[in-house]
Every structure is written in structure tokens, then in C-alpha cells.
């Protein structure tokens, strides 16, 4: 067998062209959707996602507000630029990238940020509200797990679904997800017993480890719907630095049935989930405000 391989780069830019419709509807009837993110320091590879994400977001038609700050930047300092994005009423959704450098609390910054404009779906009240499944705002990238699965029309009610990872930004939500949409979820992690015999169970196999390449073939049901979410660098041979995932890509499409490459699979996805929650976001700021 061999997988068919979904492009999540292709779905990507139809979700890109709805949400720039979507952006030009709203700017007809008087609201900009505006994203401001936030940048402390200088990370590289920081400093590119946010490059990309200001990018995409005026290629569909949504202003961007690009805010660096210094390295050295004090929490209070960062918190009070927050406050003053949360009274801004031109400014529908709030990243703040992460990492952030050492002296500020990562958790204290993402409870700053008004949970209405909080399109990272990152906050303690959106990740409560996904728990007891009234979502506002999906975390970007296993929102975007979904879409994929929806787009290759994967049947997720009473599939053995198993995520590998359990971070607060990918492996949990992502299993929440399923489980809403009636799979029988497996959440593994560092401490898992025997991790290749639990996805060999697996429908529905998604890896969110970061590790190059640790999902192998012996580890895949034949036919499984495997979505790679790792993003890591090649650490030697020939193709040292290049881009991997957590999934050894050609050994697992002769397995699978289907199989997200990395790059061109989620990754692409998350950013384009970015843009769905801004336009929600200033969506729903425009229907409060015609509602008063
Ligand atoms: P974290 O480091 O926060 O979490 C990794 C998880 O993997 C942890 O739960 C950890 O377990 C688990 N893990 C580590 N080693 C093993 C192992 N040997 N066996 C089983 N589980 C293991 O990472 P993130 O969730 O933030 O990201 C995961 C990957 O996804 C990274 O490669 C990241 O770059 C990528 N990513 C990609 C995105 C995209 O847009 N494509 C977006 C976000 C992330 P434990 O909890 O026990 O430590």
C-alpha cells in the first residue's frame, strides 16, 4: 500500500481565500479585522513565524500591528502593551509569540490577554471552554488536525484515535477534539508503556513529540490516517538541517493509508486556523457592536 498523502498546503490556501471574502464582507460593512502580534526578542525562528504570520494575514485582507519589544523587556512592561491591545477596539485578536525570554511567565501573559481576543486559544477560559465543549477559540494547529481529517473525509465516530504528545497546546486539545467528535482517544506521552504497540492500534495516529522521525513503520496499522505534527530539524547526514517531522515519512507511506507530509502538511494549516479565529474574532466584535 501506499498512503495517499494529504496537502495540507492546498487546503491551506482555499481557507485563506474564504477567510479573505470573509475580510472583505466585514470591511464592507465598516469593520478592519485587525491582529496585533507581539514579538520579545530576537529568536530567529521566532522572528520568521511572525514574519509569515503578518504576511498571510495582508494577503487575506486583515490589517496586522507587528509589535517587537526588547529582549530585556520587563513582564510589567509586557503586560501593560497587552491591556492596552485589550481596550483597543481596532484590534480583534492577540498573539503574543512564544517562547518568551526568561523573566517574564509565560502562563501570566496568555491570562492577560482578553479570552474574546484571544486567537491562539491558549487562555485558561478558552481551554476550559473546549473542555466542556462549548469552544469559542480552537488552538490553531490541532484545529487544524481537524480540518484535515474533515477535508479527507476521515470517519472519526468510534475510531481508535491516538495522540502522541500531551502539551497544552497541541497533544490535549487535540485530543479533546476527537473525543468530541466520538473517537476513542489514547493520549500517550514520555512515560507511555510500550508507545509502539498503542499506535499500532491507532485509525487516527497523530504525533506532537518533536522528535526527527520516531513514528516508524512497525508502529503504523496498515491503512492508518497518520497527521504529522512535528516540526524539527534533521540533526545529520546528507540532509542535515532540513525540516522533518516526527513521522519517518517514507517508511510510514507504505503503510498508512494516509499521511500528512511535513513540510507542506500542518504547518500551513496552523497559519491558516490563525486567520479563521482573527476573522471569528472581529466577526463577533462587529455583531456585539451592531447589537448595542
Ligand atoms: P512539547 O515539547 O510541549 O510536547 C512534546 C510532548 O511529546 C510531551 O507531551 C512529551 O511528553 C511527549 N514526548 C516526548 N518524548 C516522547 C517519547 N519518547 N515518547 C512519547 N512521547 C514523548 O511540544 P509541542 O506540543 O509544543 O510540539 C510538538 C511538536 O510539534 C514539535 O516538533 C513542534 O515543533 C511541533 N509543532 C508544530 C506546529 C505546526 O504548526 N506544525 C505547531 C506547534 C508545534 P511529556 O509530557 O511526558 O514530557
Avoid: W
Wanted: aromatic share 2%; glycine share 8%.
Amino acid at each position: 500500500m501506499t498512503a495517499t498523502i494529504i496537502d495540507g498546503a492546498a487546503l491551506a490556501r482555499r481557507i485563506r481565500a474564504e477567510v479573505g471574502a470573509r475580510a472583505a464582507a466585514l470591511r464592507a460593512a465598516s469593520t478592519q479585522p485587525g491582529l496585533a502580534v507581539i514579538l520579545v526578542g530576537d529568536d530567529s525562528a521566532s522572528s520568521v513565524y511572525v514574519r509569515n504570520k503578518v504576511k498571510d494575514c495582508e494577503e487575506s485582507g486583515i490589517r496586522s500591528v507587528l509589535e517587537r519589544m526588547p529582549a530585556d523587556t520587563t513582564q510589567a512592561a509586557l503586560l501593560a502593551r497587552i491591556d492596552a491591545l485589550n481596550a483597543d477596539p481596532t484590534i480583534h485578536g492577540i498573539l503574543v509569540q512564544l517562547p518568551l525570554p526568561r523573566q517574564i511567565d509565560e502562563r501570566r501573559v496568555i491570562e492577560a490577554i482578553a479570552p474574546d481576543k484571544d486567537v491562539d486559544g491558549f487562555h485558561v477560559a478558552n481551554a476550559g471552554a473546549l473542555m466542556t465543549g462549548s469552544p469559542r477559540f480552537l488552538p490553531c494547529t490541532p484545529y487544524g488536525v481537524m480540518k484535515i481529517l474533515e477535508h479527507a473525509g476521515v470517519e472519526l465516530a468510534g475510531a481508535e484515535a491516538v495522540v502522541v504528545g500531551r502539551s497544552n497546546i497541541v497533544g490535549k486539545p487535540q485530543a479533546m477534539l476527537l473525543l468530541q467528535r466520538n473517537a476513542t482517544v489514547t493520549i500517550c506521552h514520555s512515560r507511555t508503556r510500550d508507545l509502539a504497540a498503542h499506535c499500532r492500534r491507532a485509525d487516527v495516529l497523530v504525533a506532537a513529540v518533536g522528535k526527527a522521525r520516531m513514528i516508524t513503520a512497525d508502529m503504523v496499522k496498515p491503512g492508518a490516517v497518520v497527521i504529522d505534527v512535528g516540526m524539527n530539524r534533521i540533526p545529520d547526514g546528507p540532509n542535515a538541517g532540513k525540516l522533518c517531522g516526527d513521522v519517518d515519512f517514507d517508511g510510514v507511506l507504505a503503510v498508512a493509508g494516509a499521511i500528512t507530509p511535513v513540510p507542506g502538511g500542518v504547518g500551513p494549516m496552523t497559519r491558516a486556523m490563525l486567520l479563521v479565529n482573527t476573522m471569528e474574532a472581529a466577526e463577533r466584535a462587529a455583531a456585539r457592536t451592531a447589537g448595542r
